[in-house]
Nanobody, 115 residues
Framework: QVQVVESGGGLVQPGGSLRLSCEAS????????MGWYRQAPGKERELVAG???????NYGDSVKGRFTISRDNAKNTVYLQMNDLKPEDTAVYYC?????????WGQGTQVTVSS
């Protein structure tokens, strides 16, 4: 049984930083591409960043140059370093496989950017 658990969200001022973590237990983590997604109030969930099994990354246009996705296969964990946060980054952040698998959506972690 695969379980995906996100952590690291919180309240931060504009320009601040947060590091999100996602542990995918019960899976051969290193065999899968992974992604960070987010859903803001009233908006559809969107892909923020993805990382392949080989470590190749891609980012949504709105976060390029500010966010960095990485993975530690030994720890079954994928990270999202978020710098220079903006109010429009406020959302619930989720990780999932890439492409996402519906049954593995977790609770997510809330990120709120506000002064």
């Amino acid at each position: 049984q695969v379980q995906v658990v996100e952590s690291g969200g919180g309240l931060v001022q504009p320009g601040g930083s947060l590091r999100l973590s996602c542990e995918a237990s019960g899976s051969i983590f290193s065999d899968y591409d992974m992604g960070w997604y987010r859903q803001a109030p009233g908006k559809e969930r969107e892909l923020v960043a993805g990382i392949t099994t080989g470590g190749r990354t891609n980012y949504g246009d709105s976060v390029k140059g500010r966010f960095t996705i990485s993975r530690d296969n030994a720890k079954n964990t994928v990270y999202l370093q978020m710098n220079d946060l903006k109010p429009e980054d406020t959302a619930v952040y989720y990780c999932n496989f890439l492409p996402a698998i519906r049954k593995y959506w977790g609770q997510g972690t809330q990120v709120t950017v506000s002064s």
